[in-house]
T-cell receptor
Framework: AQSVSQHNHHVILSEAASLELGCNYSYGGTVNLFWYVQYPGQHLQLLLKYFSGDPLVKGIKGFEAEFIKSKFSFNLRKPSVQWSDTAEYFCAVNVKRSSNTGKLIFGQGTTLQVKP | DAGVIQSPRHEVTEMGQEVTLRCKPISGHDYLFWYRQTMMRGLELLIYFNNNVPIDDSGMPEDRFSAKMPNASFSTLKIQPSEPRDSAVYFC????????????FGSGTRLTVV
């Protein structure tokens, strides 16, 4: 079965520190990749997505992610975090099949706490 | 567009009672998903529909849970009878084939069963 693994469950950073959150998936075929953010008490919002083309994708609020096919990874990065980035981050994968079900598989999430 | 609309936002009920959660997807979206979020298990996919037809309900915990989508603009998730372990935030999300499956989530229903 396909799965998504996020390496860090809880990350604590100071403001202006750089961020990298790991995400690996287990599927050998073609995938769409997503990062979602959930601010405290709110619903999930799309941060960025990769479908094809340039493996380095840029999202909102200065976030970016790099798809490395050989490593089955889609790590999220931000050069300088802000206190307002405190949230939970979810990596998700949609497996492209002939039936193209549209089903997204989510990782377990990483809680980011940014200290002012 | 108003986005995915869920109701109620909060629900507190007693064990054994029936609970119905509601969702209105974005107009034109042909997929609808129900997720449950808890601290212990994270985000769990319960069931999803395509063109109002249930496609995969393997995530539904047990027979106490049921979901329907009578038309393209409305879905319900029902728990009968409810139990304290059902306490969670339930999210509805929708997407369309043309959007390459970027989901739009509703604000969720926080369910507390006492």
């Amino acid at each position: 079965a396909q799965s998504v693994s996020q390496h860090n469950h809880h990350v604590i950073l100071s403001e202006a520190a750089s961020l990298e959150l790991g995400c690996n998936y287990s599927y050998g075929g073609t995938v769409n990749l997503f990062w979602y953010v959930q601010y405290p008490g709110q619903h999930l919002q799309l941060l960025l997505k990769y479908f094809s083309g340039d493996p380095l994708v840029k999202g909102i609020k200065g976030f970016e992610a790099e798809f490395i096919k050989s490593k089955f990874s889609f790590n999220l990065r931000k050069p300088s975090v802000q206190w307002s980035d405190t949230a939970e981050y979810f990596c998700a994968v949609n497996v492209k099949r002939s039936s193209n079900t549209g089903k997204l598989i989510f990782g377990q999430g990483t809680t980011l706490q940014v200290k002012p | 567009d108003a986005g995915v609309i869920q109701s109620p936002r909060h629900e507190v009920t007693e064990m054994g009672q029936e609970v119905t959660l509601r969702c209105k997807p974005i107009s034109g979206h042909d997929y609808l998903f129900w997720y449950r979020q808890t601290m212990m298990r994270g985000l769990e996919l319960l069931i999803y529909f395509n063109n109002n037809v249930p496609i995969d309900d393997s995530g539904m915990p047990e027979d106490r849970f049921s979901a329907k989508m009578p038309n393209a603009s409305f879905s319900t998730l029902k728990i009968q009878p409810s139990e304290p372990r059902d306490s969670a935030v339930y999210f509805c999300a929708s997407t369309s084939t043309g959007s390459s499956y970027g989901y739009t989530f509703g604000s969720g229903t926080r369910l507390t069963v006492v």
